[in-house]
């Protein structure tokens, strides 16, 4: 057994894991958009009966495939990684936070897997209403593998539902609803899912409009266009305010998330919300805390708005969460960062100190031990913290990702407002520089989706379960050089997929659509 | 229902999910023998196809079947997961490069080119089922790990699961039993892998050879497995009092279980006679093709069988070698009652999902492939 955990393990283990993250990502939010637009448009074929909706169906499908299977793959490391890299973690909320994950396979990934076989090769084997039930079920089942497994990541944003077993030295479920229907994660749920509509409408949009500027598939591109700018602006709407719910749910449960999302050091009553801004550095590369921002543009009160609904209220900054003293919004006196980490020591001790009394059978200590831990368990996790400043996320990352997010989100939801417009105008084909706007916003879409998962996940460092486990808490003992050998065996072979996927999506789209028969 | 039921409740259903899985190796196997059996491009693409339209089960099973071991045996997804870090780990890249060799392999632009494609296909159709079989025999020979919940006070250290050394699971290796299970688990797969060639593609060249596969592969199978078996009945076993949790060497502890446990006795010798029926049908009766089924069936039943022998009647279902009192058992490794009863309720949906399995199976095999097929222009591999 090592002595102590080498720092470099923790970082390397976060690192490996929003490496997988991030590429499984690419993947996923295609998957889950892709779904409903050729679903609608295989729908179009099963009432139309005309041929030009299954070519069209077809060739979306195509690209989907292409999409999936490297996102099945990457998404396999994944749950496996919280048992190779986050043992400690698996143990001590494995009760709550495996349920989810079995139920995901169990209910979703053989709907998918089963129905995915029959959207391929079922064209001339099952009837037309088999064929169209299971293109749906597929992406339903995508959809509820989604489900379950952001109710798994909502809960370690906002843990409910558990009560810690100090016999078993872990947290147990008590209340699976308050697991599975969280707000956070209801709300995170309809924010991931029907953001990744918005990129499966940028995809089909880009692409389509690469036929219209190479003069090409053009009822293809049209027809593909108009659905997917119907589909992406009632995405984007609906992202935009679950983003705004989800910021409140921040403001509740992780308000030092928010504050770095702000670069907010120093708490204010009625707080501006920072649109664009720039981050002042200090010489030797920290943010200044005196004066964060070098230039800014603010909408007054909208912060105090976002995190509280008062325009008039109080929004803690990074300083004054670590020093505390503020008064919460129920009334209570916020402690500080010291105070919380010696509750958490209290807790790690009492713990020790109830498994200890009972050993002796000491039935009379173990219960006054185990108040003392109940007192303090809501600050369990920072016992294992080592100093406050640990406490604070990277402000930066999880500033500019915001912006980043929140910017890209709103231009989204003009740009399918104008795909739409011009669509029902009929003036795409000859806008050649919207065209290029089109394609652009392709990639523009992706960063979109990424930011917001840097966001949630680098914003909530350094909790692996918020004010529970910390990070450094939820490792495997393993030696450093094992992971980032790891690290770079998946670097190295994500990217040649990575690489090979693009191409051949690329050559898939220069192909085009399956010829008309009559007309071919 | 108390937790005790409840906890052999899910060692059953993670056991019927281990026997499921083996079973699905049969795409594995199959792909292991993509250029053996297949000797020109359309045999190749044939066989790709073949086991192409049923690999998400097999990766989805193993998807589940972790999900379900985390759900109820967290202890064991910890320590074995975290522990075994490099044993899993190649398991999960040989199965990283299968689940995108099927959608690139022929596709234009797939930077790799066909041959790479299946050569990834080939090396997880090899490297999958051995490290996998490794691993199970572990559920007998034990590994190298401890564990101490005392060390969640430690703030400097607290994990509590810490392997011994610093090979992180490829220790297995060391064993030669486990060597044993996993050439047995490989050379099963390419038994299972051939008779489902064999169930599935309309194709004469294909039959023959895959026929004779059988034939090659079975034998070596069972010779190992039988190997494995009988050592399995002769050597000591890790008990359980029931009482204190003590864990204890017990001779003859896995032939005992098989006595103490008539129904397991019963699954295990029909999953044998399965996996012998159909292999022995193929072999010798010309033109039978529906060995998969039986041996398929039989794979099932066999390890589920083998499996619940390993955690059933007061046996450590994962021992450890470093110190005894760390091994796994049902009791001292599995979820709380709450989350086990919560988690009963959603099985209950598991034949639904085996229903509609099986019905969306049947609709896509009514047709079996053939090289016409692989050239009419419909979605192929």
Redo the contacts between chains.
């Keep these: 057994?090592?002595?102590?955990?080498d720092l470099a393990l923790i970082d390397w283990s976060r690192a490996q894991f929003a490496l997988t993250a991030i590429y499984h990502w690419l993947f996923v939010p295609l998957t889950l958009g892709l779904a409903v637009i050729m679903g609608v448009m295989e729908t179009l074929y099963y009432k139309s009966k005309d041929e030009f909706w299954k070519r069209t169906a077809r060739f979306w499908m195509?690209l989907f495939?292409?999409n999936?299977?490297?996102g099945?793959?990457?998404?396999?490391?994944l749950?496996?990684e919280?048992?190779?890299?986050?043992?400690?973690?698996?143990?001590?909320v494995?009760?709550?936070?495996?349920?989810p994950?079995?139920?995901?396979?169990?209910?979703a990934?053989?709907?998918?897997?089963?129905?995915?076989?029959?959207m391929?090769?079922?064209?001339?084997?099952?009837s037309r209403g088999?064929h169209l039930a299971?293109t749906w079920l597929t992406g339903l089942g995508a959809t509820i593998s989604a489900w379950w497994i952001l109710v798994a990541n909502a809960w370690m944003q906002y843990p409910v539902g558990m009560e810690f077993?100090p016999d078993?030295?872990?947290n147990?479920?008590?209340d699976?609803w308050a697991v599975a229907t969280s707000p956070v994660a209801v709300n995170k749920f309809f924010h991931t899912v029907i953001s990744s509509w918005v990129l499966g409408a940028a995809f089909v949009i880009g692409v389509s409009a690469w036929y219209l500027w190479k003069r090409r598939e053009q009822r293809f591109a049209l027809e593909s266009m108009k659905i997917a700018a119907a589909v992406g602006l009632f995405a984007a709407v609906i992202t935009a305010w679950t983003g705004d719910q989800s910021g409140y749910h921040v403001a509740q449960h992780q308000p030092m998330k928010l504050a770095a999302m702000e670069a907010l050091y120093e708490g204010q009553k009625g707080a501006s919300l920072v649109a664009i801004g720039i981050l002042n550095r200090t010489e030797n590369g920290e943010i200044d805390p005196e004066k964060p921002l070098m230039a800014e543009i603010e909408i007054p009160n909208m912060l105090s708005v976002l995190a509280y609904r008062d325009k008039d209220s109080y929004v803690p900054g990074i300083n004054n969460l670590l020093q505390g003293g503020f008064t919460l919004p129920d009334g209570s006196v916020a402690l500080s960062a010291q105070e919380k980490m010696e509750r958490g020591?209290q807790a790690?001790?009492a713990?020790?100190a109830y498994?200890e009394a009972k050993k002796n059978q000491d039935e009379t200590r173990a219960a006054a031990e185990l108040k003392i831990l109940r007192e303090n368990m809501p600050y369990f996790g920072y016992?294992?913290i080592r100093e406050p400043g640990d406490l604070v996320p990277n402000v930066a990352l999880s500033f500019y990702a915001f912006r980043v997010m929140v910017g890209l989100g709103a231009y989204l939801i003009l740009f399918f407002g104008g795909v739409l417009f011009l669509s029902w105008r009929k003036r795409l084909t000859g806008m050649r520089w919207m065209q290029w706007v089109a394609m652009l916003t392709v990639p523009l879409a992706y960063l979109a989706s990424q930011a917001g998962w840097v966001v949630a996940e680098c914003g909530r460092q350094p909790w692996a379960i918020q004010d529970l486990m910390p990070v450094n808490?939820a490792?495997?003992?393993?030696?450093t050089s094992?992971v980032q050998t790891?690290f770079f065996?998946f670097l190295f072979?994500f990217t040649?997929?990575l690489?090979?996927?693009i191409?051949?999506m690329?050559?898939?789209i220069v192909?085009g659509p399956e010829k008309d028969v009559e007309t071919a | 229902m108390d937790y005790v039921f409840y906890q052999e409740y899910w060692w059953f259903l993670v056991s019927l999910l281990g026997g499921l899985l083996v079973f699905l190796l049969f795409v594995q196997g199959g792909n292991a023998l993509i250029f053996s059996l297949g000797q020109n491009e359309t045999e190749r693409k044939m066989i790709v196809n073949s086991t192409g339209?049923?690999w998400?089960?097999t990766?989805?099973t193993?998807?589940?079947f972790?999900?379900?071991f985390?759900?109820?045996f967290?202890?064991f997804?910890?320590?074995?997961?975290?522990?075994a870090?490099?044993l899993?780990?190649v398991i999960?890249?040989s199965?990283?490069?299968q689940?995108?060799s099927?959608?690139?392999q022929s596709?234009?632009?797939?930077?790799?080119g066909k041959n790479t494609y299946r050569a990834f296909l080939v090396l997880n159709g090899i490297v999958g089922p051995f490290f996998l079989g490794c691993a199970v025999a572990t559920f007998f020979t034990g590994a190298d790990f401890?564990v101490?919940?005392?060390?969640?006070?430690t703030?400097?250290?607290?994990?509590?699961?810490?392997?011994g050394n610093?090979w992180?699971g490829l220790d297995a290796l060391a064993n030669s039993w486990n060597m044993v299970l996993g050439w047995a688990v490989v050379f099963l797969s390419r038994t299972l892998g051939a008779l489902y060639l064999i169930n599935n593609i309309q194709d004469e060249g294909i039959y023959q050879k895959a026929r004779r596969a059988v034939f090659a592969n079975a034998v070596p199978f069972l010779f190992l497995f039988l190997a494995f078996v009988i050592r399995l009945f002769l050597t000591e076993g890790f008990a359980v009092d029931p009482d204190s949790g003590r864990v204890f060497m017990e001779p003859f502890k896995y032939w005992h279980n098989l006595l103490a446990l008539p129904v397991v006795a019963v699954i295990f010798l029909l999953g044998v006679a399965g996996v012998l029926g159909g292999i022995v049908a193929t072999v010798f009766r010309a033109g039978y093709k529906k060995g998969i089924w039986w041996t398929g069936a039989g794979t099932v039943l066999a390890v589920l069988g083998l499996l619940l022998l390993a955690g059933y009647n007061h046996t450590a279902y994962y021992p450890s070698t470093a110190d005894l009192q760390s091994s796994l058992t049902l009791a001292n490794s599995c979820?709380?009652e709450?989350?086990l009863k919560?988690?009963s309720v959603?099985?209950l949906?598991?034949p639904f999902?085996l229903a509609?399995?099986f019905y969306?199976?049947r609709?896509?095999d009514?047709?079996k492939i053939d090289a016409k097929e692989m050239n009419d222009g419909?979605?192929t591999y």
């Design positions: 057994m090592k002595e102590s955990i195509k495939g292409i999936f299977a490297i099945v793959a990457t998404g396999l490391i749950e496996f919280f048992g190779t890299n986050w043992s400690n973690y698996s143990w001590f494995g009760d709550i936070f495996g349920a994950l079995a139920i995901e396979g169990i209910l990934f053989f709907m998918e897997a089963t129905f995915i076989a029959v391929f090769f079922g064209w001339n084997k099952v088999f299971s077993n078993t030295v872990r147990e479920m008590v699976f020591k790690i001790a713990l020790g498994r016992g294992y808490a490792i495997s003992s393993l030696e094992s790891t065996i072979l040649v997929l690489v090979a996927e191409r051949i690329m050559k898939a192909t | 339209r049923k998400e089960f990766f989805t193993l998807v589940t972790g999900g379900a985390f759900a109820s967290p202890l997804y910890s320590t074995s997961f975290g522990g870090y490099w899993w780990m999960l890249f199965f990283v490069l689940a995108v099927y959608e690139y596709k234009k632009g797939n930077l790799l401890t101490s919940k005392e060390q969640l006070l703030e400097a250290m607290p994990v509590i699961s810490a392997w610093n992180h979820s709380s709450f989350t919560t988690m959603v099985s949906l598991i999902v509609y399995i969306a199976w609709c896509i009514r047709k419909e979605h």
